[in-house]
């Protein structure tokens, strides 16, 4: 699991850059990060139907911003779904929940009102990945 979290983080650094800088996560970066992941979690032997699962859901979760036209991009969706599949299934409901009180707690120290949900994101699955929640 520590490979997969190594480079998710070399994956996100440009991805937490863009972010931060342009509100903007380029498909350069997180959908050859989706493969990646994919590959090395097959390659390590680890499962991948659970992480395809987390993956779905946040797909899910995801377009419902983006029905009602809320400020919510395409490239969130993609580097949600390359988070979730580091995350996996069935902790990626406790991601989702880190992820957004971790993006209102950014908010609050920055004052600002738009700020990029990459970092918050990011923070929750580099959490969630050092402590394993188990059923």
């Known amino acids: 699991m520590l490979w997969i979290v190594v480079v998710y983080t070399l994956f996100s650094l440009p991805i937490l850059y863009?972010?931060?800088?342009?509100?903007?996560?380029?498909?350069?970066?997180?959908?050859?990060?989706?493969?990646?992941?994919?590959?090395?979690?097959?390659?390590?032997e680890l499962p991948v139907m659970p992480a395809m699962v987390a993956a779905g859901f946040i797909l899910f979760v995801f377009l419902i911003p983006l029905f009602f036209g809320m400020d919510f991009g395409g490239g969130d969706l993609r580097y949600g779904v390359m988070s979730a599949l580091v995350v996996g299934f069935p902790s990626i409901a406790y991601w989702l929940i880190v992820a957004s009180v971790l993006h209102l707690l950014i908010l609050l120290i920055v004052r600002k009102q738009i700020f990029g949900f990459a970092p918050a994101m990011f923070l929750a699955t580099i959490l969630l990945s050092l402590v394993p929640i188990s059923f």
């Not at 863009?18 to 097959?42: A, K, N």
């Open 18 to 44: 863009h972010d931060i800088r342009y509100q903007d996560i380029p498909d350069r970066y997180s959908l050859p990060g989706i493969v990646v992941i994919l590959l090395l979690r097959w390659y390590l």
